[in-house]
């Protein structure tokens, strides 16, 4: 319990880098009204310890293995609507500030931010509020992603450097329909090919 006698917030946090993620434990740890319940190093062990923990607040990177912190908050919003999420980036684009709000994100903060914000921003979320750094927020609708969410799977595989046929094989389509994706993508960015398209949309926040 916290001094007031009330339940403290209860947080897991999702981050794949393990100095990251200690860090991140140690601070919220030092908070009286916060208690830290779970860990996760991927977006799959994120969901699995949503589900099992109950938390007020989950707090995730973007870019993680297995399931990436925008599509995690698109998971917890579909199956655990009480838990809300933050998420904590290095990346201030405003295409991802607008993807994770879509999928129903509380807040969108980074990581070089002061640490003490971290606290206050897992309260002010936990009361309901939403949590955004007023620069990047009014960036964030200057340019909508023109990615459909078929196209951007496709080319975010195609940037790890999967072939059209290993894609087609791993989301069950044709070649054909994968080629199809990637043509789209690639006039979409303007670009010339799949790895000038993934770039650009990368660098925008939309990948």
Same mark, same amino acid.
């Given at each position: 319990?916290? %001094?007031s &006698?009330?339940? %403290?917030?209860?947080v @897991?946090?999702?981050?794949?880098?393990?100095?990251v993620?200690?860090a991140?434990?140690?601070?919220?740890?030092?908070?009286?009204?916060?208690?830290?319940?779970?860990?996760?190093?991927? &977006?799959?062990l994120? /969901?699995?310890?949503v589900?099992?923990?109950?938390p007020? @607040? =989950?707090?995730t990177d973007?870019?993680?293995?297995?399931l990436?912190?925008?599509?995690l908050?698109?998971?917890?919003?579909?199956r655990?609507?009480?838990?809300?999420?933050?998420?904590l980036?290095?990346?201030?684009r405003?295409?991802?500030?607008?993807? +994770?709000l879509? +999928?129903?994100?509380?807040a969108?903060?980074?990581?070089d931010?002061?640490?003490?914000?971290?606290?206050?921003?897992?309260r002010?979320?936990?009361? &309901?509020?939403?949590?955004?750094?007023p620069?990047?927020?009014?960036?964030?609708?200057t340019?909508?992603? %023109? /990615?459909?969410?078929r196209?951007?799977q496709?080319?975010r =595989?195609?940037?790890?450097?999967?072939?059209?046929?290993?894609?087609?094989?791993?989301?069950g =389509?044709?070649?054909g329909t @994968?080629?199809?994706?990637?043509?789209?993508?690639?006039?979409?960015m303007?670009?010339?090919n799949?790895?000038?398209?993934?770039?650009?949309?990368r660098?925008?926040?939309?990948?």
């Amino acid at each position: 319990m916290s %001094p007031s &006698g009330e339940r %403290p917030i209860r947080v @897991v946090i999702a981050e794949d880098q393990a100095m990251v993620l200690g860090a991140l434990v140690a601070l919220l740890g030092m908070e009286s009204d916060i208690k830290v319940v779970a860990q996760a190093r991927n &977006g799959k062990l994120a /969901l699995d310890a949503v589900a099992q923990e109950h938390p007020d @607040v =989950l707090i995730t990177d973007i870019e993680m293995p297995e399931l990436t912190g925008l599509e995690l908050a698109g998971e917890i919003k579909k199956r655990h609507q009480r838990t809300r999420v933050i998420i904590l980036t290095t990346f201030a684009r405003p295409g991802y500030l607008r993807r +994770a709000l879509e +999928a129903g994100a509380s807040a969108y903060l980074l990581k070089d931010m002061p640490a003490e914000k971290l606290a206050d921003a897992v309260r002010r979320v936990h009361r &309901g509020l939403r949590v955004i750094d007023p620069e990047l927020a009014s960036e964030a609708w200057t340019e909508a992603d %023109p /990615l459909t969410d078929r196209e951007r799977q496709v080319l975010r =595989l195609a940037s790890e450097g999967m072939t059209t046929t290993d894609i087609a094989g791993q989301i069950g =389509l044709s070649d054909g329909t @994968v080629r199809n994706y990637l043509s789209e993508a690639i006039s979409k960015m303007g670009a010339t090919n799949r790895v000038e398209a993934a770039r650009i949309a990368r660098e925008k926040g939309w990948l």
